[in-house]
């Protein structure tokens, strides 16, 4: 029918409407929050890069998880930063570690409330800030990572962790971590795979969180940001070797790989909002170029729309509440 019987603004008329016709909707269960938690803290440690973000000491890490668990928000992720580091990592593997004491600490606090999740890779760990182990000259050495990545798997179901999250980008990696696990006698823990992690330059404020000792790049382990149908490939094979859910990271750069993805699994899909999207958007508001809460729901609602279940964001609690408001 021609104009005016068809008038597609009658839909948006007012906030009722429009929130009846929603296409898209962002629940707090949605939402996962990043933590890090620093070795020898004694008082939260504000990251400068990323406002509002903190590295947590063990106390503070606690009662931030339970804040997190009364907003709503359906999971956390873990970071641990150790006071020491070495060339093998061995901090990530040690059940006495900073990362594995930390989830202990978050499950005694808060049980089964929310999903409790670790990052499972030795980036953190290392002296030279690779993800894995390296080989005499300087590469890094996929097969030697592997058989660390699993034992650091079983020291943190070991601490009660729900879900890990392989990050490296190491070949095979999820069949690994799933026989450990299984081996182990932690068939219930499950792998949120990074099966789709770019080398990306939206990572540097989370290398400024995590005190990262990266000399160099890790572009020869994750991907190049200008392939898709490579992603769509490292999906496959993780889901292939037994991962619960796909991740892509990073999220608003990326979210024809997010359709892209979720149209090809039928497993849970994750986007991670990583620290340089969250970053440009606390700097743009900072400086008043920008309405801050309408931003930070609009880049939720995108991530989800292009079919992104779950959402890792820094904004994760503030976030849940304003949904929680209406908003």
Known sequence: ????????????????????????????????????????????????????????????????????VQAGVGGIMLFGVPAERDAT??????????????????????????????????????????CG????????????????????????????VGV?????????QVGVVRRALDAAGHQDVAILAYAVKYASAFFGPFRDAVESCLDGDRRTYQQDPANLRESLREVALDVAEGADMVMVKPALPYLDV???????????????????EYAMVEAAAANGWID???????????????????ILTYWAVEAAGLLREGR
Do not use: W
């Open 292 to 310: 801050r809460e309408r931003v930070m729901l609009e880049t939720l609602t995108s991530i989800r729309r292009a079919g992104a279940q779950i």
């Open 258 to 276: 997010v359709a892209a993805v979720r149209a090809e699994v039928d497993v849970p899909v994750a986007a991670y909002q990583v620290s340089g």
């Open 1 to 68: 029918m021609p104009y005016p019987e068809i008038r597609p603004r009658r839909l948006r008329r007012n906030a009722a409407v429009r929130r009846l016709v929603a296409e898209t909707r962002v629940a707090p269960s949605d939402l996962v929050l990043p933590m890090f938690v620093r070795e020898g803290l004694t008082e939260p440690r504000p990251v400068a890069s990323m406002p509002g973000v903190v590295q947590h000491s063990r106390e503070s890490l606690r009662k931030a998880a339970v804040e997190a």
């Open 164 to 172: 890990v999250g392989p990050s490296g980008m190491m070949d095979g």
């Open 133 to 160: 182990l390296l080989t005499p000259d300087g590469g890094v050495d996929n097969d030697a990572t592997l058989a660390a990545y699993a034992e650091m798997a079983v020291a943190q179901a070991a601490a009660g």
């Open 89 to 130: 990592g061995s901090g990530g593997l040690d059940p006495d570690g900073i990362l594995n004491v930390a989830i202990r600490d978050v499950v005694s606090e808060v049980g089964d409330a929310t999903v409790v999740m670790s990052d499972l890779c030795l980036d953190e760990f290392t002296s030279h800030g690779h």
